[in-house]
C-alpha cells in the first residue's frame, strides 16, 4: 500500500517568487511519481512525472520537481511564478509492479499567487 | 490534443435514484480509470478498467456501483442507489498502457444527491 502527504495544504505567494510545494510518499514497492495541477472548475492535468533516470525533471509552465529516494520526497518547485499559476497541486504515486495502475493522491496544496 | 470527456457537468439526483455518470476517453486509450473527489478530501481511486473487465477496485467500490463500456468509445459509472454520502466530483481518466503511462483526465462531474 502506498500513501502520499503534501505537508502545506495552502501556499500564498507573491508574482514572481519562487515556490516549493513539498510531497512525501510512503510505499514498501517502487513506484512512479507524478504531479497534476487542477485549475478552477477543471479537471486533473499532468504537470510532470518521474520514472527512472535523472532525478530532476522538468514538466509544463516551467515546473521542475526532484526525486529524494533516501528522503522519499518529490517536492515541486517554480523559480518565479504567475497569477495563472494559481491551482491546487496534487502529488500522486503509482506502483511499479501492481495490477490496475491505481493512482494513489495526495491531499493537494493549493497555490495563491498574489500581485 | 484529444481529451477525456464527461457529461454531464453537473448532475443532481434524489437520494436511492440510479445514476450514470458518461465518460469518452482518448480513442487509442486501453485503460480506463474512475476516481472520486469528496469535497475538501483527497481524490480517491474507485476502479481500474481494461480488456472489458475491472482490474482494480477499492474498497469504496461496492455491489451499489459498476461500470461498463457499453460500445467503442463510452465508458460509464452506474451508482445504483444513491446515498447522500456519493456526493462528490467524479473523474474518469484513461491511459494509453499500463507501468509507466500517463492517466489524463477529463473535468470530472459534480454529483449531488438531495
Known amino acids: 500500500a502506498q500513501s502520499v502527504t503534501q505537508l502545506d495544504s495552502q501556499v500564498p505567494v507573491f508574482e514572481e517568487a519562487p515556490v516549493e510545494l513539498r510531497c512525501n510518499y510512503s510505499?514498501?514497492?517502487?513506484?512512479?511519481l507524478f504531479w497534476y495541477v487542477q485549475y478552477p472548475n477543471q479537471g486533473l492535468q499532468l504537470l510532470l512525472k518521474?520514472?527512472?533516470?535523472?532525478?530532476l525533471v522538468k514538466g509544463i509552465n516551467g515546473f521542475e520537481a526532484e526525486f529524494n529516494k533516501s528522503q522519499t520526497s518529490f517536492h515541486l518547485r517554480k523559480p518565479s511564478v504567475h497569477i495563472s499559476d494559481t491551482a491546487e497541486y496534487f502529488c500522486?504515486?503509482?506502483?511499479?509492479?501492481?495490477?490496475?495502475?491505481?493512482?494513489?493522491f495526495g491531499g493537494g496544496t493549493r497555490v495563491l499567487v498574489k500581485p | 490534443e484529444p481529451e477525456v470527456t464527461q457529461t454531464p457537468s453537473h448532475q443532481v439526483t434524489q437520494m436511492g435514484q440510479e445514476v450514470i455518470l458518461r465518460c469518452v476517453p482518448i480513442?487509442?486509450?486501453?485503460?480506463f480509470y474512475w476516481y472520486r473527489q469528496i469535497l475538501g478530501q483527497k481524490v480517491e481511486f474507485l476502479v481500474s478498467?481494461?480488456?472489458?473487465?475491472?482490474?482494480?477496485k477499492s474498497e469504496i467500490f461496492d455491489d451499489q456501483f459498476s461500470v461498463e463500456r457499453p460500445d467503442g468509445s463510452n465508458f460509464t459509472l452506474k451508482i445504483r442507489s444513491t446515498k447522500l454520502e456519493d456526493s462528490a466530483m467524479y473523474f474518469c481518466?484513461?491511459?494509453?498502457?499500463?507501468?509507466?503511462?500517463?492517466?489524463?483526465f477529463g473535468d470530472g462531474t459534480r454529483l449531488s444527491i438531495l
Open positions: 500522486a504515486v503509482r506502483s511499479i509492479k501492481a495490477a490496475g495502475n491505481k493512482l494513489t
Open positions: 481518466a484513461s491511459s494509453q498502457g499500463e507501468g509507466n503511462q500517463p492517466q489524463h
Open positions: 518521474y520514472l527512472s533516470g535523472s532525478t
Open positions: 480513442s487509442n486509450h486501453l485503460y
Open positions: 510505499s514498501s514497492v517502487s513506484v512512479y
Open positions: 478498467f481494461y480488456n472489458n473487465e475491472i482490474s482494480e
